[in-house]
């Protein structure tokens, strides 16, 4: 599947705030996901052209510099200096779009990528930052929050296609096959949401991502779906599985100048040492337990549940899969 533009400028930023020292146009196109789709070196130099274009446009800091070497080779980075952002507040309503976006990030199918980037530069020499290539490399995939259907679902839609697959409503229930034209991805209550219109039965319908079993079957042709410009599809997942709502809050230590995407959404109420290390603890809305945990664990030692005592048991227990699955 090719590497969309966006995904592919995302991988050029996380590979280049990680380095430390200048990297050849040549290294870049080995190592960052979508540049290898170029049909010829021609076509790639167009291509980073417009994305160094692009880049700067956005206000992205990309310094030029020789690249340590490569004698007179021209390389790129990142100032990182430059590209750090002020303290910021948010409402609570950008804070939770924020949070979202984060989760995307830490996503498998939006980290992977940049992740084999980083590896392929650091085995070429080019020296690394740990700290920066941490930001998505401190956990197995598996227990970042993403379902296995997402990036076909999402590419489906891009593409206008309908979809097959095998979903189950309740955990243990049997898996049924579903065709659906889909409209859109909404998430609700920490959970991933497919809203579509169910061809089998001739209305619009809403699916949970983690209830649809690989593999997602993409139908030709391109461009036969079409969201109704009418469907609101935050409407439709909050009649399908009820309305959203804060249950409690929850007690969260974080280290210092770590974990952001908690430091967002969370209230602090104190400083506190755990294990050694100085952090804070914060008060954090519990939306979904399920939910929080998983973005919990996702911090690995950054972060610890305090309270309440299920959700603290919930963390444990995902961490101790992740360290079974790394070993």
């Known amino acids: 599947m090719a590497t969309s533009k966006v995904e592919r400028l995302m991988n050029l930023v996380i590979c280049l705030l990680a380095t430390r020292q200048f990297v050849t146009a040549e290294k870049i196109r080995d190592s960052v996901a979508g540049y290898k789709d170029s049909a010829s070196p021609e076509a790639f130099s167009r291509m980073f052209e417009r994305d160094k274009f692009e880049l700067r446009e956005l206000g992205v800091p990309l310094e030029t510099g020789p690249a340590p070497g490569f004698g007179a080779a021209e390389g790129y980075r990142i100032n990182l200096e430059a590209y750090a952002l002020p303290a910021i507040d948010l409402t609570s309503e950008e804070s939770a779009a924020v949070a979202i976006a984060l989760r995307l990030l830490e ?20 020296a690394v930052d740990q700290e920066s290539a941490n930001l998505f490399t401190a956990l197995p995939a598996r227990s970042r929050g ?19 697959f095998r979903h189950r409503p309740t955990p243990t229930a049997p898996f049924a096959s579903r065709t659906l034209e889909p409209w859109g991805v909404v998430t609700h209550d920490g959970r991933w949401y497919v809203v579509g219109h169910d061809v089998d039965r001739n209305a619009p319908r809403t699916f949970r991502l983690s209830r649809i079993a690989d593999p997602v079957e993409a139908l030709d042709p391109k461009g036969a779906v079409r969201k109704p410009a009418d469907v609101d599809l935050r409407e439709i997942v909050g009649r399908a599985v009820g309305p959203a709502g804060v249950s409690g809050t929850a007690s969260v230590w974080i280290r210092e100048g770590r974990a952001q995407g908690l430091r967002r959404l969370g209230t602090r109420v104190r400083s506190a040492t755990v294990g050694g290390e100085v952090g804070e603890v914060l008060e954090v809305p519990m939306q979904s337990r399920e939910w929080l945990a998983r973005l919990i664990a996702g911090y690995g030692a950054d972060a610890v549940a305090l309270e309440p005592d299920e959700l603290r048991a919930d963390v444990v227990a995902r961490l101790t899969v992740a360290a079974g699955a790394g070993r």
């Open 146 to 164: 993403s379902e296995p259907a997402l990036e076909a679902v999402l590419s489906a839609i891009e593409d206008g296609r309908v979809i097959r």
């Open 107 to 126: 996503s498998p199918e939006m980290s992977s990528s940049a992740e084999r980037a980083v590896l392929k530069l650091r085995a070429a020499g080019v």
